[in-house]
């Protein structure tokens, strides 16, 4: 689900509206911003809410003057609202990882849900190269192990393979993990599992500084 904080003209409170919803419901929303300005042209998202935290970041400047721009954040939300917990964590990151030029490059993006992974708790480099190297990613005797540079390795591979570093951990396009890693995904009903392995313990940490200093 998505809500939208709208406004026209000056006003800085506007209205709210929870999409998807019917057809009457948005049209009574319009009829309340026409309350506010009849200046369809200064129609602007003050705010969105979502469980997908940062999809305001990407599709605040619809151009809702235009009669398509809310249709296509509707339908954005109709795609949205089936997504439970993981996969709404999963599609922050798979934003943060892409070229998001506006609304329609976001619903372009909610069909491939299933081409991406989260790797959950792998919020830094040195995270994702001690996930990398635990889960066989990256081979390495057992007695060389703590020499390893775990934030080098990880760095690396964020550099080499791109993805995101986000508030549920790494998301990445399933295709760019190591093969090792690819066969533990499997798709069951629908779904994608991740057979676990024995791991070590791992860092968790914000999108914004993905590698330490």
Avoid: W
Wanted: net charge negative; hydrophobic share 35%.
């Amino acid at each position: 689900m998505i809500t939208l904080n709208l406004t026209r003209g000056k006003d800085l409170e506007g209205i709210y509206i929870r999409l998807p919803a019917p057809q009457e419901k948005i049209e009574e929303a319009m009829a309340r911003l026409d309350a506010i300005s009849e200046d369809t042209a200064t129609t602007r998202i003050l705010n969105v809410f979502s469980s997908v935290k940062n999809l305001g970041d990407y599709i605040q400047n619809t151009d809702l003057s235009q009669p398509d721009g809310m249709q296509k954040i509707a339908a954005l939300a109709e795609k949205l609202q089936p997504l439970d917990l993981e996969s709404c964590l999963k599609f922050e990151g798979m934003l943060d990882a892409n070229m998001i030029q506006g609304v329609d490059d976001v619903m372009k993006l909610a069909d491939c849900l299933d081409e991406y992974v989260l790797l959950p708790e792998v919020g830094t480099g040195s995270a994702l190269g001690r996930y990398l190297v635990n889960q066989g990613g990256f081979e390495c005797p057992d007695h060389l192990r703590p020499y390893l540079d775990y934030q080098a390795i990880g760095q690396e591979f964020y550099s080499n393979h791109g993805g995101a570093f986000c508030r549920g951990g790494y998301a990445v396009q399933k295709k760019e993990l190591p093969g090792t890693l690819q066969r533990r995904y499997t798709v069951v009903q629908g779904y994608r599992v991740l057979v676990s392995t024995a791991g070590g313990s791992q860092q968790h940490g914000q999108r914004e500084i993905p590698f330490e200093a």
